[in-house]
């Protein structure tokens, strides 16, 4: 790895730089599309603070899932900077008076950035949420998932590949979940608020949304309010491989390397080709806590299962909208 030292060098990213690279890396996954993420330049460093706006305060109490989305945006923005010869140095959660500061950048020039980041970068447009049911993933290889936790463990999170008993367990569980919340006023009211609108920046749109014939053939699933198109891979039931990401502890800096090992782990298996759906639903009870916390070699603290599987070609939902940049990002006048 070359760094730059030239004292004549710039220092940061220009601003049209760093505002590609924002709009761009905001094409981050969060749960339900709730973006709960704003970013500040003060003319050296680079920001991340979390949006306690746009937390669900009722499937998400203690923030997890959106300190979760919000280090996939991390990510997302890192390697972007990284494609474009900028090697970041980050300090997460660096002042405890401000939790919802999350992290801090700094900038140096790379010469030569790892070819990984480019890669990454790349498939960020062609990655999105796949609902419907898929594939067995082709060319999936014993190398595969030793790759895959490699790239977990980079962020102090585990990875295990569910053995393909745990489906009949984990589609039971996405039951359970759906018949706990269905007379939940208040958890349906938070999820139709975020969900199937056609809303210009937020939320997840119908036409990314399965119908219930396509979530039974899902099993593995989040309960969505019920949409209407026409069917989608009608034969197919679901053959996706399970991944299931977990944390030695419980904390905003394990949920924060969480989502950014998320993001690694989505744009690896974008690049390979596959379709991705991350879940979390399970994760939001404690007995579908304790049924994932059984599957960890750890018995580590679930945080994210992971759909992984080969969908058809052109079969993909429009791309799910975002927040204009002017909404998530701020600079020193
Ligand atoms: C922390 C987190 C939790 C998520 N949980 C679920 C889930 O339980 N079910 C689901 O279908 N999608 C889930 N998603 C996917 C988001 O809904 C999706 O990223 C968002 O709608 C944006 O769409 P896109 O991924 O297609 O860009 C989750 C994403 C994140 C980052």
Known sequence: MTVLGNSSAPTTPDEPTMRAALLRGCRAPSVHNSQPWRWFFDGARLHLFSDPERQLPVADPEGRQLVISCGAVLDHVRTIFAALGWHTDVVRLPDPDHPDLLATIEFRLWEDPATGSTVHAAAIERRYTDRLPMLIPERWDAMTPVVLREMAATHDVDLDMLPDSARARLATASEQSA????????????????????????????????????????????????????AHRAEAIDQSYLILLSTAEESPLQWLRTGEALSAILLECTVAGWATCPLTHITETSAGRALLQGFTTNRGNPQVLLRVGTAPENDRPPATPRHPLTEVFTEHP
């Open 179 to 230: 018949a706990l919340h269905r007379y939940d006023m208040e958890y349906q009211t938070e999820l139709r608020w975020w969900t199937g609108h056609d809303r210009p920046a937020d939320g997840i749109p119908p036409a990314a949304l399965p119908t219930e014939t396509e979530l039974a053939r899902v099993g593995v699933a989040r309960s969505f309010p019920p949409v209407r198109h026409p």
